[in-house]
């Protein structure tokens, strides 16, 4: 079982940056570049929605909402996922996860993804 550990989150004002980091806990082995790896959020009341995805090859989609705004990375080196969060919006305001897909393919549905972090809380104050 792999637990992926998400952190960075917090409260901000509009327009301005949050970096959100998630890498898996303990020595398991799991190395983020050989999956899709994929940020999710869910606001209060509402659905968990897909927010971007990065395949093994490097490769990055992202949703329309954050399109141009957010920028996923993954650091090879250090075993790590990150989502590079600029011009923040007051409706981005949400609890933000990690996944991990244990098989070929990269998602966008939650249901796709095997292994999930605890979540980090984003807070966008206008």
């Known amino acids: 079982q792999v637990q992926l550990v998400e952190s960075g989150g917090g409260s901000v004002q509009a327009g301005g940056s949050l970096r959100l980091s998630c890498s898996p806990s303990?020595?398991?082995?799991?190395?983020?570049?050989?999956?899709?790896m994929g940020w999710f959020r869910q606001a209060a009341g509402k659905q968990r929605e897909w927010v971007s995805y990065i395949t093994t090859r490097g490769t990055a989609q992202y949703a329309d909402s954050v399109k141009g705004r957010f920028t996923i990375s993954k650091d090879i080196a250090e075993n790590a996922l990150y989502l590079q969060m600029n011009s923040l919006k007051p409706e981005d305001t949400a609890m933000y996860y990690c996944?991990?897909?244990?098989?070929?393919?990269?998602?966008?549905?939650?249901?796709?993804?095997?292994?999930w972090g605890q979540g980090t809380q984003v807070t966008v104050f206008s």
């Open positions: 303990g020595d398991t082995g799991y190395t983020i570049s050989s999956h899709c």
């Open positions: 996944a991990a897909r244990s098989r070929g393919g990269c998602p966008t549905a939650s249901e796709g993804y095997d292994y």
